[in-house]
């Protein structure tokens, strides 16, 4: 079994910050890309960041230069931190993971169940 479970949704102001926290535990052999998504009420998913095993970063248009992905391999966990917040960054953000479960097994993608932003003044 593969466990993904984020942490550090809120409430904030415009204008503030959050750090989103995202955890893989369980059977897991090796984790290769790691991603942040959101999804607004009435919209689509969105790739918000991603981050390779190597440390190669990707980021949405929308959020260039006000939000920092990072990893920290040795515990299996991606970090999403959100400056500079607008009220259009309200969404469920969601984590997922490109990982195998065994030396034998192929890559797979994981989720988490998200957790809530939302940016209110």
């Known amino acids: 079994q593969v466990q993904i479970v984020e942490s550090g949704g809120g409430l904030v102001q415009p204008g503030g910050s959050l750090r989103l926290s995202c955890a893989a535990s369980?059977?897991?052999?090796?984790?290769?890309?790691m991603e942040w998504y959101r999804q607004a009420p009435g919209k689509q998913r969105e790739l918000v960041a991603s981050i390779t095993s190597g440390g190669t970063t990707n980021y949405a248009d929308s959020v260039k230069g006000r939000f920092t992905i990072s990893r920290d391999n040795a515990k299996n966990t991606v970090y999403l931190q959100t400056d500079s917040l607008k009220p259009e960054d309200t969404a469920v953000y969601y984590c997922?993971?490109?990982?195998?479960?065994?030396?034998?097994?192929?890559?797979?993608?994981?989720w988490g169940q998200g957790t809530q932003v939302t940016v209110s003044s």
């Open positions: 997922s993971a490109r990982l195998r479960k065994s030396w034998t097994s192929a890559f797979d993608d994981y």
């Open positions: 369980g059977s897991i052999f090796v984790i290769g890309r």
